[in-house]
């Protein structure tokens, strides 16, 4: 069972590229997220979805782009890097039941991402 | 903005003494979790309290919870130098399914 699983573990990008991190998890959870996270910042929520084909925007959404095609995957897309969104980056699921609000979140291991 | 801010932002302890890290929150929350994060790696889901639940227990681990000061605590007993990590509390609200962290409490622990 390999949970949440996000792909590049590190990137390096200049100003202006365009990238996709990968996230896919294995648990059939229907309730799926992304976050950056900041150095004295803690995690602040980019953007979210609570099944497959429905997406919203969490606290930071500028700049991101995701869908959610298929339940188990949830890309997140840098339309044109910029360095401000050099960060890291975790993916994270959960079951939604009554919501996100009852159960826990399960994390993917993160992405390391600087834009030169 | 966050809707949790932990408090102290760094504690460093002796291995076998008591740990103890608070979180307070500004709106009335449907529930509060505690995450703990290792160097380099993913957050990892410690515990949940519901809002109608003052105290709950697992294992070292003893959290509270407050409505009325809006704040909740986390006491981390007989420490070990694998206790050593960050640790975040999150809190869900009524009517919002999104869950929103604070920035954390660093903990180090002394051999």
């Known amino acids: 069972n390999a949970g949440v699983t996000q792909t590049p573990k590190f990137q390096v990008l200049k100003t202006g590229q365009s990238m996709t991190l990968q996230c896919a998890q294995d648990?059939?959870?229907?309730?799926m997220s992304w976050y950056r996270q900041d150095p004295g910042m803690g995690l602040r929520l980019i953007h979210y979805s609570v099944g497959a084909g429905i997406t919203d925007q969490g606290e930071v959404p500028n700049g991101y782009n995701v869908s959610r095609s298929t339940t188990e995957d949830f890309p997140l897309r840098l339309l044109s890097a910029a360095p401000s969104q050099t960060s890291v980056y975790f993916c994270?699921?959960?079951?939604?039941?009554?919501?996100?609000?009852?159960?826990?979140?399960?994390f993917g291991n993160g992405t390391r991402l600087t834009v030169t | 903005s966050q809707q949790g801010e932990e408090d102290p932002q760094a504690l460093s302890i002796q291995e076998g003494e008591n740990a103890t890290m608070n979180c307070s929150y500004k709106?009335?929350?449907?529930?509060l979790q505690w995450y703990r994060q290792n160097s380099g790696r993913g957050l990892v889901h410690l515990i949940l309290i519901r809002s109608n639940e003052r105290e709950k227990h697992s294992g070292r681990l003893r959290v509270t919870l407050d409505t009325s000061k809006k704040s909740s605590s986390l006491l981390i007993t007989a420490s070990r130098a694998a206790d050593t990590a960050s640790y975040f509390c999150?809190?869900?609200?009524?009517?919002?399914?999104?869950?929103?962290f604070g920035t954390g409490t660093r903990l180090t622990i002394i051999p």
């Open positions: 994270a699921s959960t079951r939604r039941g009554g919501g996100q609000r009852n159960s826990p979140l399960h």
């Open positions: 709106t009335s929350i449907n529930n």
């Open positions: 648990m059939n959870h229907e309730y």
């Open positions: 999150a809190t869900t609200y009524f009517g919002n399914e999104k869950l929103t």
